[in-house]
C-alpha cells in the first residue's frame, strides 16, 4: 500500500511547480514591458522557491543539479534586472527555461 504522506507530498510539489510558472510568467511580463523590477521580483520568487525545503530536500542527484542550475539563474537574473541589461536578463531567462524542460524530460 502507498504511504499516506505522499498524496500531500505531491500535493506540495504541484504547488511549487504552479509557483514556478507564477514566478516564470512575472519574468516574461518584466522583459516583454522592460519592467525590470518585474523582472527582479520574479527572479527572486524564483530563487526563494529553489531555497524550499520540500524541494531542496529532493535525493534525485540529477534533479538537484537542476535546483541548483535554477537558483543560480535566478540570482544572476535578479542581478541583471537590478543592472538594467535587457539583453542579459532575456538571455538568462531562456537558459533558465531550458534548464526547466530538461529537468522535466
Known amino acids: 500500500p502507498a504511504p499516506v504522506a505522499k498524496p500531500r507530498h505531491d500535493e506540495q510539489l504541484a504547488g511549487m511547480m504552479l509557483a514556478k510558472l507564477a514566478s516564470s510568467q512575472k519574468i516574461v511580463s518584466g522583459l516583454v514591458s522592460e519592467d525590470f523590477e518585474e523582472i527582479r521580483k520574479g527572479a527572486e520568487e524564483l530563487n526563494r522557491i529553489c531555497q524550499a525545503t520540500e524541494w531542496a530536500a529532493h535525493s534525485d542527484q540529477i534533479y538537484a543539479h537542476h535546483r541548483q542550475e535554477l537558483r543560480r539563474q535566478a540570482v544572476k537574473l535578479a542581478k541583471l534586472a537590478e543592472d538594467r541589461n535587457l539583453d542579459g536578463a532575456a538571455f538568462t531567462y531562456m537558459h ?9 524530460q
Do not use: D, E, F, Q
Open 96 to 104: 533558465s527555461l531550458t534548464t526547466c524542460i530538461s529537468c522535466h
